[in-house]
């Protein structure tokens, strides 16, 4: 039995042929009954999570912060909750991230955030795929920042191996910037009506994973080689050559997706006919506007910012949903076996409060934006 005896939560688990979660707090009750889960008191990530969540032969591991280390920790973004599972052979690891410190607020996200990731994974297809780009692992994140809104996050990772020298990998991101406002007239009044959003943006990089013995012994995966990212203001076509197996083209990235062969609609040349993998790099919304590039001092790394001409439209959730492509070396490297990345991910969602007030020489009414506020979050993924 788990208690949350700080502020009258109590999780109770039984053990019997479906396991009951009773969730009961002085905000709403909810009753979870699945069969495969197991819930325990959240601690930092061990080296092996991986090995342990296989091991639990297709349980759910839920797991949570007691909520006095909480309102206990400085920081000012505190994760309180990580669920791990393994659904067709693939590794989902989710989080929930809270800027609140408020005891009410807190058991609600926690709460909320189980019974969505459950139902979700819950739903996974459990067909085998047959694309050409195979399931790898995906996770989800959501950073909460109340009274000015939130962040959900989700990436899935694919891989098509390409060669016995190298591997392409596209890892496919949706990243919604949800405001106060949209929260408040979805019936959360712990969000501010008049808060909009000025701007957001992601940045992503791929990187070596590293297996950390100790301070003095670290071994590390293969080298990342950026090859593609969208979407893009002025999409088109790309050779992806490899950086591994010189003089190789391994395919074409194209508007509609990726083609093993150079084959190309006869009304545009940036379309392919015979796509194994579909995905669009087309961004056509006014509002807000979309800017890309490689980062300044890294050219793995790829940022989408997304801006509003006009603030007075950011009283909308933004849906940012991003692809980026590498390739990575199967062998060469200090690692056992291929496949092993890292993925870095940063966020930011920029809102400000509306205030209207009347202009006394025209007669009429400005609008101005105040108190502005940045929710941040950062995401480390580590897969080996």
Known sequence: MLLFLA?????KVEVNAAQKISFSTKIKKINLTYENVKIEKYNSDVDN???????LNSKMLLKYKEVNSILNDTSEAVEVAKMYYYKNNVFHND??????????????????????RINYANELNENETSELFQYVTSGHERIVKKP???MDHSYTVKKYRASDMSSLYIVETNLDFVPGIVAYL???????YNIHTMYGYMHLNATQAVDEIDQSTKYYGGIPCFKDAWPVNVPGKISINSSYNYGVSYGYSFKNGFSLDNFSLEYDDSKGQNIEYSYSKTYTTDEPRLTVQHDSNDYNKYQWTLIYN??????????????????????GHEMVGEGQFGLHYDFLMNVGKKN????????GYDIVFTNKTSITGYLYVNWW
């Open 148 to 150: 000015y809104g939130y």
């Open 95 to 116: 989080s929930l991230t809270t800027y609140s410190k408020d005891k009410e607020a807190i058991e609600t996200e926690i709460i909320d955030f189980y019974e969505e």
């Open 7 to 11: 502020f009258l939560v109590v999780l």
């Open 310 to 331: 006009d603030p007075n439209n950011g009283c909308e959730t933004s849906h940012l949903s991003t692809g980026y492509m590498f390739e990575m070396n199967n062998s």
């Open 49 to 55: 999570i991986k090995q342990i969540a296989f091991n």
């Open 356 to 363: 209207v007030f009347q202009n006394s020489k025209t007669g």
């Open 186 to 192: 979805n019936g959360d009044s712990s969000y501010g």
